[in-house]
Structures are given as C-alpha cells and as structure tokens.
C-alpha cells in the first residue's frame, strides 16, 4: 500500500525559528512536492523535486527552502517563521510521465507559528 | 498558465440524496488531465475520480461520476446516494500532459456536508 508520511501531525513554533518538516515516501517515486493549504485559497504549490538534488521553485516559494539528499525523503524549510507561515503543510509524492498518475498525500502537518 | 475554480465554497445534501459539484479551469492546452481529490477531516486526501481530457466518455467510480465538457472547460463532479462518509473537501485538479510536467493545479475546494 501507498504511504507517504510527514514528520509532524501539529507544530508550534516561535517567530525566528528555523523549522524543518520532513516527508518521507515508500513508493519508490520520483517527483515529490510540497503545498500550503490555507481556506478559501486551496492548495498552493511551494516547491517541487523530480529527483534527488533538484528542486524547482513552485507559486508561492518565498520564505522557504528544500532539501532532498535521498530519493525518498523531502524536507521543507523555513528559515526564519513568520507568523504569517502558519499553515497546513501537505507533502505528496507521483512517478514521472505516466501522465494519469495521481499524487499521493501525506496526512499534513498543522504548523502554528506564534 | 492554467486556473482552477470551484465556485461552491460550501454544499450540503441529505443523506441518500444527489449532489454536483462544479469545477471550471481554463487553459490553452488541448490535451490534459482533470482530477476529484477528498479530503476528509483530519484524513489524508485522497484521489476520487480521474479524467483525460482526449476520452469523451465521462469517467464513473461506483457512486460517484463526472459530467466533462471540454468546449465549456467545465468538470463537475456528481455523488449519488450520498453517504455520512461523503463529508469532506472537494478539490479539483488540473494537470498538463505534458511529459515531465508534474505538477497539478487545484481549486479552492469545497466543503461538502452530509446532512442525515
């Protein structure tokens, strides 16, 4: 079965901090991605990764970070909090050029920065 | 670049009743994919219903179903004998098919309430 997991179902953090939210897939997938979800403004792309050391900036990147060392692990960063970077953080994972392949989720990570 | 729109930020529906959700995108590509995801309360969201935008035929999984009008760009998508389980967020995607392009575009979603 399809599993992609998140390092943190709820986070609170400081104004400042350094924060990191981990994902990890079991897929064997190449592309992995990471969404801000906030309502009314649905999900929002932050950042994306086709493979292992490559990132691409995806509509809202500014503030953050990623780091992907391993095929299976993404890593988003947030360099300095800002109150305004609180969030739902969503992770999801898909192959590459299968073009009817879905994303597959992780469960989110609420992130309350104070 | 393409755009999603989910003009029902909120439905409701009795219990063993119909509902459709509606979906518009725009975008210059001929040939795409569309996509339901639900997102139940505090559950991860899950894929719903897919459709390529080449194949006519409206895609159908059990319950629910999608009406797909290309000419009109619109992809709604409908759940019949509605169930306590159906309440959730209702996003739609968009997604080029473009080799290599991965990413998809949502909607801002719509919560779907199921009224016993």
């Known amino acids: 079965d399809v599993k992609v997991t998140q390092s943190s179902r709820y986070l609170v953090k400081r104004t400042g901090e350094k924060v990191f939210l981990e994902c990890v897939q079991d897929?064997?997938?190449?592309?992995m991605f990471w969404y801000r979800q906030d309502p009314g403004l649905g999900l929002r792309l932050i950042y994306f990764?086709?493979?292992?050391?490559?990132?691409e900036k995806g509509d809202i990147p500014e503030g953050y970070s990623v780091s992907r060392e391993k095929k299976e692990r993404f890593s988003l960063i947030l360099e300095s909090a800002s109150t305004n970077q609180t969030s739902m953080y969503l992770c999801?994972?898909?192959?590459?050029?299968?073009?009817?392949?879905?994303?597959?989720f992780g469960p989110g990570t609420r992130l309350l920065v104070l | 670049a393409q755009t999603v729109t989910q003009s029902q930020p909120e439905m409701s529906v009795q219990e063993a009743e119909t509902v459709t959700l509606s979906c518009t995108y725009d975008?210059?590509?001929?040939?795409?994919?569309l996509f339901w995801y639900k997102q139940p309360p505090s559950r991860q969201m899950i894929l719903v219903i897919r459709?390529?935008?080449?194949?006519?035929q409206n895609a159908t999984e059990n319950r629910f179903s999608v009406n797909f009008q290309k000419a009109a760009k619109s992809f709604s998508l409908k759940i019949s004998d509605s169930q306590l389980g159906d309440a959730a967020m209702y996003f739609c995607?968009?997604?080029?098919?473009?080799?290599?392009?991965?990413?998809?575009?949502f909607g801002t979603g719509t919560r779907l309430t199921i009224i016993p």
């Open positions: 459709q390529e935008a080449y194949k006519q």
């Open positions: 975008t210059s590509e001929s040939d795409y994919y």
């Open positions: 990764s086709y493979d292992v050391k490559m990132k």
């Open positions: 995607a968009y997604r080029s098919s473009n080799f290599g392009n991965e990413k998809l575009t």
């Open positions: 999801a994972s898909s192959l590459t050029g299968t073009g009817y392949e879905t994303q597959y």
């Open positions: 897929m064997d997938h190449e592309n």
